[in-house]
T-cell receptor, first 112, second 111 residues
Framework: DGGITQSPKYLFRKEGQNVTLSCEQNLNHDAMYWYRQDPGQGLRLIYYSQIVNDFQKGDIAEGYSVSREKKESFPLTVTSAQKNPTAFYLC???????????FGQGTRLTVV | GQNIDQPTEMTATEGAIVQINCTYQTSGFNGLFWYQQHAGEAPTFLSYNVLDGLEEKGRFSSFLSRSKGYSYLLLKELQMKDSASYLCAVREDFGNEKLTFGTGTRLTIIP
């Protein structure tokens, strides 16, 4: 079955540690995205990538980093510079043909 | 700047009809999307409008007026499982699929 997979579903980290969230898709989509969702707020774009080895900052990129070495994979690193990292992180992909984005199941990150 | 507004919460009765409104002010426009999100889960795609008018898909319909910067999602024959958040999102540029989301409308269905 084609889809987009995020792992893990729940993640706990100590303050000051970097953590990498995984996102893999087998839909052959060119574009991939990372969003952050906080309670009572909409999805906010962190980073996006439309082709391999290229990515752009979204609206809230500070404290995050990404890579796009393979079409299928778009990992997100939450660095210690991110002041408030506890949130629900959603990865999405799109075929750039005008349809909607497909989302992964999300990773709920809690930093203690 | 970008601004997408939706009501924060709505309540409707099982079997009834509900309309969720979305207004937007963005630097560009190349399509409006509606997503459904159950608590703790990922959003799922519901509908897409790029031209003015109504798009119907089963119990769900979505309307767009580009001149007014306005869309609505219409849900008919409401079921308890329709209790969820409904997210309005705008794509600003053709060829760049970046979406800007509203804060979402939490819909509660009561018996």
């Amino acid at each position: 079955d084609g889809g987009i997979t995020q792992s893990p579903k729940y993640l706990f980290r100590k303050e000051g540690q970097n953590v990498t969230l995984s996102c893999e898709q087998n839909l052959n989509h060119d574009a991939m995205y990372w969003y952050r969702q906080d309670p009572g707020q909409g999805l906010r774009l962190i980073y996006y990538s439309q082709i391999v080895n290229d990515f752009q900052k979204g609206d809230i990129a500070e404290g995050y980093s990404v890579s796009r070495e393979k079409k299928e994979s778009f990992p997100l690193t939450v660095t210690s510079a991110q002041k408030n990292p506890t949130a629900f992180y959603l990865c999405a992909s799109n075929d750039l043909r005008g349809g909607g984005a497909f989302f992964g199941q999300g990773t709920r990150l809690t930093v203690v | 700047g970008q601004n997408i507004d939706q009501p924060t919460e709505m309540t409707a009765t099982e079997g009834a009809i509900v309309q969720i409104n979305c207004t937007y002010q963005t630097s560009g426009f190349n399509g409006l999307f509606w997503y459904q999100q159950h608590a703790g889960e990922a959003p799922t795609f519901l509908s897409y409008n790029v031209l003015d008018g109504l798009e119907e898909k089963g119990r769900f319909s979505s309307f767009l007026s580009r001149s007014k910067g306005y869309s609505y999602l219409l849900l008919k024959e409401l079921q308890m499982k329709d209790s969820a958040s409904y997210l309005c999102a705008v794509r600003e540029d053709f060829g760049n699929e970046k979406l800007t989301f509203g804060t979402g409308t939490r819909l509660t269905i009561i018996p």
